[in-house]
């Protein structure tokens, strides 16, 4: 099982990144897929997450509306928009994967700073 997140850097404020993360090893299309995110000397945060089917999608209220998640099943993959980007936004950004067993893969950093 891998799950491999891409896509951080360092970006400005207001500015907008896209995150993804690369699945194989597991039935990605029957799993609920989410990311999180741990900023320096915080405990790790539920950032979003995306039923199965795509149908459903959920946000922490500090990203509704400038993030968006979004799955393709054809790839394995699950995506993170992030747009108007906040200094308190910078973390190391996880993907998981969740259906009675839960899938960790390793994060990719966010840096927000002007």
């Known amino acids: 099982v891998q799950l491999q997140a891409s896509g951080g850097g360092l970006a400005q404020p207001g500015g907008s990144l896209r995150l993804t993360c690369e699945t194989s090893?597991?039935?990605?299309?029957?799993?609920?897929m989410s990311w999180l995110r741990q900023a320096p000397g915080k405990e790790l945060e539920w950032v979003s997450s995306i039923w199965s089917d795509g149908s459903l999608t959920y946000y922490h209220y500090t990203v509704k509306g400038r993030f968006r998640i979004s799955r393709d099943v054809a790839k394995n993959t699950v995506y993170l928009q992030m747009n108007s980007l906040k200094s308190e936004d910078t973390a190391v950004y996880y993907c998981?994967?969740?259906?009675?067993?839960?899938?960790w893969g390793k994060g990719t950093q966010v840096t927000v700073s002007s």
């Open positions: 090893g597991f039935s990605f299309s029957t799993y609920y």
């Open positions: 998981m994967g969740r259906r009675g067993i839960t899938y």
